[in-house]
């Protein structure tokens, strides 16, 4: 991907600009910086006079729309070439080409020039059929059999009159069928106005079962949400579903404007001539046979481009919240990875997670050494001065719960609080590289022990462990380019880490690796200095590790704190390059910088405009100002547990209008699920999260977030759970308040309730779609 000249430069500068709401110089002044090899972080942060204060948001979108703006122009390029080299660029055709805003636009313009495998077209021009082509369109009153009589040649292979007509047929097609302008407006026609109808494959009824939902489904392309289309494609690469894109709701009337559409651009109409059926029919055939199904397929690529996005972004948008959930800070933990025949595997980490002992316990079935595990407990507990027991939620989690909660009741003083906390990608962790570093005489096992705790601890360092696709918070994660998903991904966990910072004394190279500037290579060569050399004093010495440049320095340093070292403003998220102006701060005030680091309210009293210069002005002084009140200030919130109900520990012990407190474990587009304990996560549809109106689902509830939640349904044999936000909401008698999806679906027979009489009443709209939905969401996950 080569960079533009300086036209095309400032052409796409403006593109991106009005895209993100941002001046153009603004995106010129970013795209500099990239293409200089500065991060998103280090912009975000650092450059906010350079770039106008471009948040880290809109520099991502900048940075992919770059990505792809420059693509565009390698292709336009390569197309422009090749079209001259056949000799046959015009200067019109070089305007279209030069003028066009997508790569699909670009494709349709070039299709006639794409070199391609001899069509039935192209044997009839070499047949000299074209003349009679263009004869019949030209004059509509020549009677086509016998124009085409005309044009019988045995030695070229037209046989007889119907076989020139036929080769005349496949010009036209194919002719109309690369027709820019034509396939441009009929591709934003059936993109406004195609239904994509799903049928189940013949013979797949019993097979494809878990799709029964869409054995006969039609819904409208442009509306469709995200997951439901990624569902549809699941089930057609598997095989159950057949997949179409009608031409509307009426697909014979859509059918009729296609073809009508297409015969006013030839210039054709029924006037009653001789040749106006035979034209009629060639535009008939055009439509059916070669252009819906070349449109069909752009646009259900286009589709699934749309709802892979959608889906990447949900799954981004949950990881961000679980990396920066709140961390119980440096506190000793013991990690219990619950089991059942193979024991509940224990980890004590102490408050900086050096790992300080192991061991294995069996209190349930078949061994129900409970007493003895108690007593294992409580004595690792006493030993190494525990305060929070770390559970994992998977299998035996609720079981494993008791234990620990009669350890608290045998071992008040000890003061002990235990937390459930999620186990998602533990294993992959314990089988890791990076795992076997760490502990490499450590029993696999037991590393997703140590994992469970240090989590607790802090979930920003222990996860970015894990390959963010493994932690499991995504919708439709498999059904999405996995190249796409992994820099995305990718993306925001170096946002995250980075706006945290890291300590370069305590941190795995994993973490430093996520640092902004920070290779892995160069990650490990600061913890081999580290190890070799004692603690980093100040920062300007990480410039004696291998590899680390003052351009690497540069991108880094402000995102790596060094706490108690010989300069106090190593310990904050100030740039070195900035430390003249605190300087200069400290100094107009008669202060020294320790003195002035912390002391809120004399910070307060500064004016960010006494202290700028040609360097740095209002934006980043603000920035230092902050960060001298609160020097190291962590973004996350305060940790804080959920408290999951006595007694209820299996999805069979619920009962409709129980109300529970729960952890958001996931967030969709079409809802939130809640881990309320039981090893089933219940499902709050859109529709159920609020009193009011939800578009958005994280406009309400983040992963990780703690709530309140009704039963409003469950369904034992199928594993599903309905709940609902609104605590006054009665199970199976109030509709869904306000939701734009199931508003009609929720207005029943007997009025706004839905009441049957003689019959149990129905669900609630939201129960409904919860279980409809909570079906096809666990297939998103592969549960």
């Given at each position: 991907?080569?960079?533009?000249?300086a036209?095309?430069?400032?052409?796409?500068?403006?593109t991106i600009a009005?895209?993100?709401?941002?001046?153009?110089?603004?995106?010129?002044?970013?795209?500099?910086?990239?293409?200089?090899g500065?991060?998103?972080?280090f912009i975000?942060?650092?450059r906010?006079?350079?770039?106008g204060?471009?948040?880290?948001?809109?520099l991502?979108d900048l940075?992919?729309?770059?990505?792809?703006?420059r693509?565009?122009e390698?292709r336009?390029?390569a197309?422009?070439s090749?079209?001259?080299?056949?000799g046959?660029l015009?200067p019109?055709l070089?305007?279209?080409i030069?003028?066009?805003?997508?790569?699909a636009?670009?494709e349709d313009l070039?299709?006639?020039?794409?070199?391609?495998r001899?069509?039935?077209?192209?044997?009839a021009?070499?047949?000299g059929?074209?003349?009679l082509?263009d004869g019949?369109?030209?004059?509509?009153t020549?009677v086509?059999d016998?124009f085409?009589?005309?044009?019988?040649d045995?030695?070229?292979?037209v046989?007889?009159?119907?076989?020139a007509?036929e080769?005349?047929?496949?010009i036209?097609?194919?002719?109309?069928?690369?027709?820019?302008?034509l396939?441009?407006e009929?591709?934003?026609?059936?993109?406004?106005?195609?239904?994509i109808?799903?049928?189940v494959?013949?013979?797949k009824?019993t097979?494809?079962?878990?799709?029964?939902?869409?054995f006969?489904?039609?819904e409208p392309?442009?509306k469709i949400?995200?997951?439901?289309l990624?569902?549809?494609?699941?089930?057609?690469?598997?095989?159950?579903l057949?997949?179409?894109?009608?031409p509307?709701?009426?697909?014979?009337?859509?059918n009729?404007?296609?073809?009508g559409?297409?015969?006013?651009?030839?210039?054709?109409?029924?006037?009653?001539?001789?040749?106006?059926?035979?034209?009629?029919?060639?535009?008939?055939?055009?439509?059916?046979?070669?252009?819906h199904?070349?449109?069909?397929?752009d646009?259900?690529g286009?589709?699934?481009?749309?709802?892979?996005?959608?889906?990447?972004?949900?799954?981004?948008?949950n990881?961000?919240?679980?990396?920066l959930?709140?961390?119980?800070?440096?506190?000793?933990?013991?990690?219990?990875?619950?089991?059942?025949?193979?024991?509940?595997?224990?980890?004590v980490?102490?408050?900086t997670?050096?790992l300080?002992a192991t061991d294995?316990?069996y209190?349930?079935e078949?061994r129900?050494?409970w007493?003895?595990s108690?007593?294992?407990?409580?004595?690792?507990?006493?030993q190494?001065g525990?305060?929070l027991?770390?559970?994992?939620n998977?299998?035996?989690?609720?079981?494993?719960?008791?234990?620990?909660?009669?350890v608290?009741k045998?071992?008040?003083e000890?003061?002990?609080?235990k937390?459930?906390?999620?186990?998602?990608?533990?294993s992959?962790?314990?089988?890791?590289?990076?795992?076997a570093?760490?502990f490499p005489?450590?029993?696999?096992?037991i590393?997703?022990?140590?994992s469970?705790?240090?989590r607790?601890?802090?979930?920003l360092?222990?996860?970015?462990?894990?390959?963010p696709?493994?932690?499991g918070?995504?919708q439709?994660?498999?059904?999405?380019?996995?190249?796409?998903l992994?820099?995305?991904l990718?993306?925001?966990?170096?946002d995250?880490?980075n706006?945290?910072?890291?300590?370069?004394?305590?941190?795995?190279?994993?973490l430093?690796?996520?640092v902004?500037?920070l290779?892995?290579?160069v990650?490990?060569?600061?913890v081999?200095h580290?190890?070799?050399?004692?603690?980093?004093?100040?920062?300007?010495?990480?410039?004696?590790?291998p590899?680390l440049g003052?351009?690497?320095?540069?991108?880094?340093a402000?995102?790596?704190?060094i706490?108690?070292g010989?300069?106090?403003?190593?310990?904050?998220s100030?740039?070195?390059?900035?430390y003249?102006?605190?300087?200069r701060?400290?100094?107009s005030?008669?202060?020294?910088?320790r003195?002035?680091?912390?002391?809120g309210a004399?910070v307060?009293?500064?004016?960010?405009?006494?202290?700028?210069d040609?360097?740095f002005?209002?934006?980043t002084v603000?920035?230092i100002l902050?960060?001298?009140?609160?020097p190291?200030?962590?973004?996350?919130?305060?940790?804080k547990?959920a408290?999951f109900?006595?007694?209820v520990?299996?999805i069979?012990?619920?009962?409709?209008?129980?109300?529970?407190?729960?952890v958001?474990?996931?967030?969709?587009?079409?809802?939130?699920?809640?881990?309320?304990?039981v090893?089933?996560d219940g499902?709050?549809?859109?529709?159920?999260?609020s009193?009011?109106?939800?578009?958005d689902?994280?406009?309400?509830?983040?992963?990780?977030?703690?709530?309140?939640v009704k039963?409003?349904?469950?369904?034992?044999?199928?594993?599903r759970?309905?709940?609902?936000?609104?605590?006054?909401?009665?199970p199976?008698?109030?509709?869904a308040r306000?939701?734009?999806?199931?508003?009609?679906?929720?207005r029943?027979?007997?009025?706004?309730r839905g009441?049957?009489?003689?019959?149990?009443?129905?669900?609630t709209a939201?129960?409904?779609s919860?279980?409809?939905?909570?079906?096809a969401f666990?297939?998103a996950r592969g549960?």
């Open positions: 991907m080569s960079k533009p000249d036209a095309l430069a400032h052409r796409i500068a403006d009005a895209e993100i709401g941002a001046q153009p110089a603004q995106a010129i002044a970013a795209i500099a910086l990239l293409d200089e500065a991060t998103v972080p975000a942060r650092y906010k006079e350079v770039t204060g471009l948040d880290d948001t809109q991502r940075e992919v729309r770059l990505s792809y703006l693509e565009l390698d336009r390029a197309i422009l090749s079209i001259d080299e056949q046959k015009n019109e070089r305007a279209d030069e003028a066009a805003d997508s790569k636009r670009l070039y299709l006639p020039y794409k070199q391609k001899r069509t039935r077209a192209q044997i021009r070499e047949a059929l074209e003349p082509a019949l369109l030209a004059d509509p020549l086509p016998t085409a009589a005309g044009f019988v045995a030695e070229k292979g046989a007889d009159a119907k076989a007509l080769g005349a047929r496949a036209l097609m194919e002719r109309w069928g690369e027709d820019a302008t396939l441009g009929l591709r934003d026609w059936l993109d406004a106005n195609g239904v109808r799903a049928k494959a013949a013979g009824e097979a494809g079962e878990k799709f029964r939902d869409y006969d489904h039609a392309l442009a949400p995200s997951h439901r990624l569902a549809l494609f699941r089930g057609r690469r598997e095989e159950f057949t997949l179409e894109l009608e509307g709701a009426d697909p014979e009337q859509g009729a404007y296609a073809e559409r297409i015969a006013r651009h030839a210039g054709i109409a029924a006037q009653g001539r001789n040749a106006d059926a035979w034209l009629l029919n060639v535009c008939r055939l055009a439509w059916r046979a070669k252009i199904l070349h449109l069909m397929i646009l259900f286009k589709a699934r481009e749309k709802a892979e996005a959608e889906a990447i972004n949900v799954f981004g948008d990881l961000k919240d679980l990396l959930a709140a961390p119980a800070g440096p506190k000793t933990v013991l990690g219990l990875d619950p089991g059942i025949r193979t024991g509940c595997k224990i980890a980490v102490d408050a997670g050096k300080v294995t316990i209190p349930h078949p129900k050494q007493d003895q108690v007593h294992t407990l409580r004595t690792l507990c006493a190494h525990v305060q027991i770390a559970i994992g998977g299998t035996a989690s609720r079981e494993t719960d008791r234990l620990a909660a009669d608290i045998l071992a008040p000890l003061k002990l609080q937390i459930v906390v999620s186990e998602a990608g533990a992959v962790y314990s089988a890791s590289e990076t795992a570093k760490e005489n450590l029993d696999v096992s590393r997703g022990a140590v469970i705790a240090r607790l601890q802090d979930p360092a222990e996860l970015v462990k894990i390959d696709k493994a932690i918070v995504g439709y994660q498999h059904d999405v380019d996995q190249y796409r992994a820099r995305a990718d993306a925001r966990v170096e995250c880490v706006a945290v910072g890291v300590h370069v004394n305590t941190a795995s190279g994993a430093l690796a996520r902004a500037g290779s892995s290579g990650a490990e060569n600061i081999v580290r190890d070799a050399n004692g603690p980093f004093k100040r920062r300007k010495d990480l410039l004696k590790v590899r003052e351009k690497t320095f540069e991108q880094c402000g995102f790596l704190r706490a108690d010989d300069e106090p403003l190593d310990a904050s100030v740039h070195p390059e900035a003249p102006v605190v300087e701060i400290a100094g005030s008669g202060r020294d910088v003195q002035l680091i912390g002391d004399f307060r009293s500064l004016k960010p405009e006494q202290f700028t040609a360097t002005g209002v934006p603000r920035d902050k960060e001298l009140e609160k190291g200030r962590d973004p996350r919130p305060e940790f547990a408290q109900a006595d007694g520990e299996d069979k012990d619920l009962q409709v209008g129980m109300i529970l407190e729960g958001v474990s996931n967030v969709a587009a079409f809802g939130a699920f809640v881990d309320i304990g090893h089933q499902l709050v549809h859109i529709s159920a999260l009193d009011t109106f939800v578009k689902p994280r406009d309400v509830v983040k992963a990780g977030d703690i709530v309140k039963v409003l349904e469950v369904d034992v044999l199928r594993k759970i309905a709940l609902t936000r609104r605590l006054d909401d009665v199976g008698e109030k509709p306000d939701s734009r999806e199931d508003r009609n679906a929720s029943g027979p007997g009025g706004p009441g049957r009489p003689g019959g149990k009443p129905p669900q939201a129960a409904r919860n279980n409809a939905l909570a079906d666990a297939r549960r």
